[in-house]
């Protein structure tokens, strides 16, 4: 594999990449974050270059990170509120006069300037129509001439899977026999998008993980990630689970990931029916679907807690488990490393794809 041909690639879902790629950029990305903690200086690679990012919705990890990363590659990140004092860019349909401005036009003006273009988008700013987001990032794509980034759109978080990956090889070493479980969690908010689990159940599937989704019948996630992950598990000679069975699906797993996102009627038609009341009502019929310590003693000894960030504690998880960061020789919670290692996966993509 040529990893010169990374440069000006986008980075909009791990489905575009191959294994053998991913396992590349987490090489770079292990190699950058060693090299970096002996002190080594790396702002030569992106000497003088600029990231755009744009945030339709907030966030402490992925701001701080990309900007970190930037830095640390000496270039700049320059950050971009639709909220605020900016022409919120906008597709064909959703504009607005001199409110919006088109995609087309301000993907074409920030590739005239700048190196890349990082986006975030979900939920509230496209109205909760499934796959509107995405179609914004792959148009951006199609306009821009420097790679696009996603910083997490209504389908998929490909940044978080990589920080993912690379915790679960940093911790045990590989994938193979690795049990991966994603499954959802209670949190008294549904305005959650479904792009971290179906991330993960796609970076866990593609390198191999025995993965196990776990979910109430609510929940269902998006058929063509499912069909991907099958089609995955079928390549690795691995296996692909869907359950119903909270108390079940964790019994030895090696990696315990439940997290929130929105029941399928919060979305619009035709994936769901525009409703927060039903959604909320389903949601309440699952306030034990948390992560207790008893639940975290049924997984393999060695189990890592796993979580995004930001956690509803008390809602998805306790304390307790979160808080149990010590390794002591059981499981154990991993969040802070999996934060961190979005500085090095992001750093790792940056530094090839951009030129
Ligand atoms: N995990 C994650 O994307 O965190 P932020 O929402 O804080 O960016």
Not at 32 to 51: F, M, N
Not at 138 to 152: C, G, K, Q, S
Request: proline content about 5%; charged content about 25%.
């Amino acid at each position: 594999m040529r990893t010169d041909s990374f440069r000006g690639r986008d980075f909009i879902t791990l489905l575009d990449w191959t294994k053998e790629e991913v396992e590349a950029i987490l090489d770079v990305a292990t190699d950058l974050k060693r090299r970096r903690a002996q002190g080594e200086d790396h702002r030569h690679l992106l000497a003088a270059q600029t990231l755009f990012m744009i945030f339709y919705n907030d966030s402490i990890r992925t701001r701080n990170s990309f900007e970190a990363g930037m830095t640390q590659l000496g270039g700049h990140a320059h950050f971009l509120d639709p909220g605020g004092r900016m022409y919120t860019p906008a597709l064909p349909g959703d504009e607005v006069a001199y409110t919006t401005e088109r995609v087309s036009d301000v993907a074409r003006v920030l590739a005239r300037m700048g190196e890349a273009i990082a986006i975030r988008c979900y939920g509230d700013p496209v109205k909760w129509v499934y796959g509107r987001a995405n179609e914004l990032i792959r148009n951006f794509a199609y306009w821009a001439d420097i790679p696009v980034l996603n910083m997490e759109d209504d389908k998929y978080h490909p940044f978080q899977a990589l920080a993912d990956l690379l915790t679960v090889r940093e911790k045990f070493g590989g994938f193979k026999g690795v049990k991966f479980v994603m499954s959802w969690a209670y949190s008294a908010s549904v305005h959650k998008p479904r792009a971290v689990p179906q991330s993960a159940i796609i970076g866990a599937s593609m390198m191999g993980c025995d993965t196990v989704l776990c979910h109430p019948p609510e929940m269902d996630l998006d058929p063509e990630v499912i069909q991907a992950c099958e089609q995955y598990a079928a390549m690795n000679g691995s296996s692909f689970e869907i359950t119903e069975d909270f108390n079940t699906a964790f019994e030895g797993a090696h990696v315990v990931y439940p997290k929130a996102w929105a029941p399928k009627v919060f979305f619009k038609p035709p994936v769901g029916e525009d409703s927060e009341a039903k959604a909320q009502e389903i949601n309440q019929k699952y306030t034990n679907w948390i992560m207790t310590r008893e639940l975290m003693e049924t997984a393999d000894q060695r189990a890592i807690y796993m979580h995004c960030l930001p956690a509803d504690r008390s809602q998805e998880v306790t304390d307790e488990v979160i808080d149990k960061t010590e390794d002591d020789g059981g499981w154990r919670s991993v969040v802070f490393d999996e934060a961190e290692n979005r500085l090095h996966v992001q750093k790792a993509v940056m530094s090839l794809v951009m030129r």
